[in-house]
């Protein structure tokens, strides 16, 4: 049965499970590296295999404005296009609609935007929104919805109502079976809200349920908030994905909250600008304490960068603006988010998952003094 | 023996060999891709060894800018701090300093020149040369040259009598027994002041031999004919290193007139401007014609890139500047030439050298008529 998702251990509210997919099962908790414009920069497919990624999520309003989604289904879909066979998951476009795109014109139908490219003018709809993404062929797609501002309850309000009238259409709109349509709860950090859009998601019975409009500028407190007030109301059998989030301690706490996928680019950006996440934060390699520096960025680290690299060349390589920079840094950044979620796994499956969570946790300030999600 | 060079077949002109360096043995007729800022751009060690790479080039003029040659000499060495343990191969900065510097002024010590990064004052001479060559440590190290215009008769004549002196004092200034320093073959298009500067470097009794001031203007009908008039003159039993050279073509001809060793930046910086090497010419991926082209680059070439990706898939990232344009194209173009250097060697071999550059070169214009290396 395709998109059945197993729960084979818990711990608390955290979960170990599986999700079937048309392209291989998925172990959550998960993390997704983003492929924005249907490649997750500077790394090949086999780059991301070897560092025991399973999903990688894409973005439809970009592959949409460039190369065009019709042009990725000609060629046999996402998954051909980009040589990647494992699951991939669409967001709906409506995040970037609201966050890149200039211009914009919001109402009950859809939304009209001109693009970051070119300035040319486009509308997307619930229905495009499906239309685009079943082009696409990834295995997880995502409601079109609205993300408002998410300390604005009046806005908020009044936007869950478009938002969850544009759900019913997303699923009236789906057409392939072998796509799974998610649904995302919105509410901002109102918990009225938050329960209410649960409420009406799971009337439409979906295969899973995200949360939205989070690491968008609230605390990490009200972020925490918003997962303990849904970790009750969401069906504990569909999986969970928190949209947007994966700074190291936000995946910590999200899954001790019941998470099951994350998805961010903060592990890929970052890692152009020069940074490398280590235990408790980050080091930036265009810091000149680093210049002679013959050890690698972490001691302790498996990945091929730390075994081979010094900070010293690697902070040559930043300077010189080399793409090796690039693609040695993500490559450290994916491994130290990915095995991270390995040791979620594998401390769910021992019953170990508290005290993991809470050596880790001590490395980093407390929630309220922590840096945000990128 | 440090730096044995044992020829175990010819072919008319053509060698094919082996030469011992303190990181392994080279086998002959190689490529160096090219790594200027000690890493070849796009490429990690592991991936240029999966390609057949066995000789890197880097920049002395560059590396002692930055990150500086003093360093990576702290660090253990070039080949340690890029993680590269096979032969690596330096200029003398000479080239860099007449092309890329600003404000320059050259007497018979040596060069005064501005770096092209920050326009600071700075100074070669050709023990500076070898000093900066012995903190990087590469396996071969050239002597500082100066690169006069190859066709102006009075000035490369005059020239000569000045790199001849700086020769004789790098072979004095040399002291790591574990490097072989190579003289450079200067003497513009002319016959006799290609001979008399054979002559000369002769005399010092080096264990190779560079050919250099080709690729920097002249046609191919006179390149060939410096390689021609060398080839009698150049001890039989020493390597034969033709600098910047790099095209199919060209490499083809020098392998025919008895070249060992090429490097050249074409590979490398082709790709990064969307271009891809197949056979007797190159296709730019930026093209209109192939958004919609499901066809690898080359559907008989066996590299990774070709394996997985669409020329559709590779436009595209070429369009939306991604990193991993680079990566595969630069992967391809790499494969083309270090498997036109492995067909060569097996031809030699075999002993079917000329009917494989017969056939070969068929699909490329004259030479008279050939596009010049970069």
């Avoid at 947007?244 to 890692?271: H, K, M, Q, S």
């Amino acid at each position: 049965m395709p998109f059945q998702f197993t729960i084979t251990a818990t711990s608390g509210p955290a979960r170990l499970g599986r999700l079937d997919t048309p392209h291989g099962p998925l172990e959550t908790p998960v993390f997704a590296p983003v492929g924005t414009q249907a490649t997750v920069k500077a790394m090949r497919p086999r780059d991301l295999r070897e560092l025991g990624a399973t999903l990688v999520l894409a973005n439809t309003y970009h592959l949409y404005l460039r190369p065009g989604d019709e042009l990725i289904r000609d060629l046999g879909g996402l998954h051909r296009f980009m040589a990647w066979d494992g699951p991939i998951l669409t967001d709906s476009g409506g995040f970037q609609v609201f966050s890149l795109s200039d211009t914009r014109r919001i109402d009950d139908d859809g939304v009209t935007f001109k693009s970051h490219l070119d300035g040319s003018s486009h509308r997307f709809t619930p229905e495009r929104s499906i239309a685009i993404q079943e082009n696409l062929g990834a295995d997880i797609i995502m409601m079109f919805d609205e993300c408002p501002p998410p300390n604005e309850y009046d806005y908020v309000k009044q936007s869950l109502g478009r938002t969850h009238a544009w759900a019913e259409r997303c699923v009236a709109a789906k057409t392939r079976p072998d796509q799974a349509l998610f649904g995302i709860v919105q509410g901002g950090v109102f918990r009225d809200l938050r329960e209410q859009s649960a409420a009406f998601l799971l009337g439409l019975d979906l295969p899973g349920y995200a949360i939205g409009g989070l690491a968008v500028g609230e605390s990490k407190a009200e972020m925490h908030a918003v997962l303990e007030w849904l970790h009750p109301v969401l069906p504990a059998n569909k999986p969970r994905y928190l949209m947007g989030v994966g700074a190291p301690e936000d995946l910590v706490n999200g899954v001790l909250r019941g998470i099951d996928i994350f998805d961010c680019v903060l592990p890929t950006r970052i890692a152009r600008n020069g940074a490398a996440l280590v235990l408790g934060g980050r080091i930036n390699l265009r810091n000149a304490q680093y210049t002679a520096d013959p050890s690698p960025i972490d001691p302790t680290c498996a990945c091929p960068t730390c075994a081979h690299f010094s900070r010293a060349y690697l902070r040559h390589l930043v300077m010189a603006n080399e793409i090796l920079a690039h693609i040695l840094l993500t490559t450290h950044n994916l491994h130290f988010l990915l095995s991270l979620m390995d040791d979620f796994r594998k401390a769910i499956r021992k019953g170990t998952l508290a005290d993991f969570a809470s050596e880790f946790l001590s490395h980093y300030p407390p929630a309220e003094l922590g840096e945000h999600s990128e």
